[in-house]
């Protein structure tokens, strides 16, 4: 069993950033593929970021990338989101999740834990 809890949202410009991080309880951090998600209101939930047990490959979806990288502490049971040149339509809450199979990673049926989530307001 994995808890993930998410911290690090909040109120910020457009064009400013954020870092979001991802507190993993358990001895079992390595083992496991990490990825964040949002979800905007009225919109289902859609992958950002997704980063290999040990932080050596990454990936992510179009509409982030260049802007935000994914990266993970193991010592730490830490993985975090760095957000930069933030726009309006980023904003969503941000959920961070833990699964054992990197492949089809922008599925989150992938993934077995989850994150409350933490959300990330953008104003223009």
């Known amino acids: 069993q994995v808890q993930l809890v998410e911290s690090g949202g909040g109120l910020v410009q457009a064009g400013g950033s954020l870092r979001l991080s991802c507190a993993a309880s358990g001895r079992t951090f390595g083992s496991y593929v990490m990825g964040w998600f949002r979800q905007a209101p009225g919109k289902e939930r859609e992958f950002v970021a997704a980063?290999?047990?040990?932080?050596?490959?990454?990936y992510y979806a179009d509409s982030v990338k260049g802007r935000f990288t994914i990266s993970r502490d193991n010592a730490k049971n830490t993985a975090f989101l760095q957000m930069n040149s933030l726009k309006p339509e980023d904003m969503a809450v941000y959920y961070c999740?833990?699964?054992?199979?990197?492949?089809?990673?922008?599925?989150?049926?992938?993934?077995?834990?989850w994150g409350q989530g933490t959300q990330v307001t953008v104003s223009s």
């Open positions: 999740a833990a699964g054992r199979n990197w492949n089809s990673l922008p599925s989150p049926s992938v993934y077995d834990y």
């Open positions: 980063i290999s047990f040990r932080g050596g490959s990454t």
